[in-house]
């Protein structure tokens, strides 16, 4: 009878022990990236999104223009110090590339990719980045001269800047400006101007 009972009582614990362990909530997996399904988090700064936005209007902006096919772009010096925020301009470069690769009208590189064939080209770009970087014009012959070294057809200068204001609650609302000015190494003209701007409103 003893036995009995106790076997009862173990049984009647297995079966509570189940019962608890059904209406628990699985633990949910701890991992740093939002799934392919999910938005994710928006935030001031730029990410993926923003940089694809970026890149295709300039892309847009050139296949669109009438360049000629093989037209080589490089994509020279970017301002970045009017905006607080990280700019990649890394992934700025690798983004334009694959851009205008499926487009197959124009070739892109980078300024470093362009200098890679000796000193003096890399002495011109110098004297390009900083009269780009001081606001200055730049001048025509290091056009000419950087243009006929690296064999690239047109330097692509680029500025970043934002401009940020709070929201009535926790918010921030900021505005990316991307100016982008193509010139030709040949005749020294500027080939095209283009502006994009990406406004994001952030819930704090």
């Known amino acids: 009878m003893q036995r009995t009972r106790c076997l009862w009582l173990l049984a009647c614990g297995v079966v509570a022990g189940i019962a608890l362990s059904g209406c628990r909530s699985p633990s949910l997996p701890r991992s740093g990236y939002a799934s392919a399904e999910e938005e ?3 935030t001031v700064e730029l990410d993926d999104h923003d940089y694809d936005l970026a890149t295709a209007g300039i892309a847009r902006e050139m296949t669109q223009r009438g360049l000629p096919k093989g037209y080589v772009v490089a994509l020279g010096p970017v301002d970045t110090r009017e905006c607080p925020y990280d700019v990649r301009v890394i992934q700025m ?19 470093v990719d362009a200098m890679a064939g000796g000193t003096a080209v890399q002495e011109i770009y110098k004297i390009i980045q900083f009269n780009w970087m001081k ?9 000419q001269t950087f243009g006929k070294l690296a064999n690239v057809n047109g330097i692509l200068f680029g500025r970043v800047s934002s401009i940020e204001r709070r929201l009535p609650g926790r918010g921030i609302e900021i505005t990316y400006r991307f100016v982008w000015e193509l010139s030709n190494t040949e005749t020294g003209l500027l080939e095209l101007s283009h502006e994009e701007k990406i406004r994001k409103n952030v819930r704090q």
Do not use: C, H, Y
């Not at 851009?99 to 590189?109: A, G």
């Open 93 to 111: 470069q690798k983004s334009l590339q694959v851009l205008l690769n499926k487009e197959n009208t124009l070739k892109f590189m980078s300024a």
């Open 40 to 42: 994710g988090v928006m």
């Open 135 to 143: 606001g200055n014009p730049i001048d025509v012959q290091d056009l």
